[in-house]
């Protein structure tokens, strides 16, 4: 096998013994006639050369097919106009709409992103942590492992800028965002006191990114003052998850006649199994889910829902980032999303 090198702009060329080689920063430079300097330069935009020899020179690169090695040029400049994305679950709707969103969102910024999901394993999401600091990526946005504040910040103090969704992770150049889960569930409740239910069950994810059942402060303060009773189950957050949620929550409250569910997956999964067992909804239980994704408002009942706006959240994200990579090393506080209740035909 050749030997690899890198030369100073950060391409990458194969060893002379091995047949249609990569092309270098050096045969650019022999092609135009100029110093490999200068090539440099124009790869790393630094100025300093007429805009004919820098039409020369990208001309050679294109003819050349020379690409620099933006690894390399990281380790130079500190930057790789590359980000990182770790989440830890795709079969949330959210996380492949944040995806989405986020791709733009820093498109916009002339940075490319990895996606890397960790399926909720520790290991696995230091594996891709590792290897994403080994690209000298500009930063990380990270949906992470419950549990997993050490490994993290491990990575920040190695100087990597760090943007939580959703988690309790504080520390200097982390940034967290976050929906204001509480104050959506706060909602919820509300919603449904005030619709005559009484007998409320919430089904919380058994695997919930936030380390604990999303919006149970706001479910509670929003108990307080009333007469209602509620009991909590936890299940997958799927829609077989959300059945089997349903179900548990009629074995203990067989006078359920509310359900507050973690995602909207688990709330149709709950209404199939209400219905299912003769339970009108919302007649007999009202269900109201969380996010607002798009087949929600297409199943009979419509799902009411409380509303997390993916295109909010990656803007939001995308920002922060942009603001740890500028002022490394800030304790910066959490960053809070307003989100609404959705009311449709469940709930």
Not at 89 to 94: A, E, F, N
Not at 201 to 208: D, E, H, N, T, Y
Not at 210 to 239: H, K, M, W
Request: with cysteine.
């Amino acid at each position: 096998m050749a030997d690899v090198e890198l030369d100073p702009a950060g391409g990458m060329a194969a060893g002379s013994g091995r047949s249609g080689k990569a092309a270098t920063l050096h045969d650019v430079a022999r092609k135009v006639g100029v110093a490999p300097r200068t090539v440099s330069r124009v790869v790393n935009d630094e100025g300093g050369y007429s805009e004919t020899t820098r039409q020369r020179i990208l001309d050679a690169i294109e003819e050349l097919r020379y690409r620099p090695n933006l690894l390399a040029r990281g380790l130079i400049t500190r930057r790789s106009g590359t980000v990182g994305l770790v989440v830890n679950d795709l079969t949330d709707p959210l996380v492949l709409a944040l995806a989405a969103s986020a791709q733009d969102s820093f498109r916009e910024q002339g940075r490319s992103m990895f996606f890397a999901s960790s399926d909720d394993d520790a290991d696995r999401q230091g594996a891709i942590l590792q290897s994403l600091w080994s690209h000298a990526v500009d930063g990380m946005i990270v949906i992470p492992v419950r549990d997993s504040y050490r490994q993290l910040v491990d990575y920040v103090r190695r100087g990597v800028p760090i943007v939580v969704v959703g988690d309790l992770v504080g520390a200097q150049n982390v940034t967290r965002v976050m929906f204001d889960l509480d104050g959506g569930f706060r909602l919820a409740v509300g919603h449904l006191l005030d619709t005559g239910r009484r007998s409320i069950g919430v089904i919380g994810s058994a695997a919930s990114p936030y380390g604990r059942c999303p919006g149970q402060e706001g479910i509670g303060n929003a108990f307080f003052a009333s007469d209602a009773r509620t009991q909590l189950v936890r299940a997958e957050p799927t829609v077989s998850g959300g059945a089997a949620g349903l179900e548990q929550l009629l074995e203990l409250r067989p006078d359920l006649d509310g359900v507050l569910a973690c995602n909207d997956m688990v709330a149709i999964g709950a209404v199939a199994a209400a219905q299912a067992r003769g339970r009108r909804v919302p007649e007999d239980i009202a269900v109201i889910g969380c996010n607002d994704i798009d087949s929600g408002a297409v199943v009979t009942p419509s799902l009411t829902t409380i509303r997390l706006d993916a295109s909010l959240l990656a803007g939001a994200v995308a920002v922060a980032l942009q603001g740890l990579i500028d002022e490394p090393g800030v304790q910066r506080d959490p960053v809070v999303l307003p989100v609404e209740l959705v009311v449709r035909d469940s709930g």
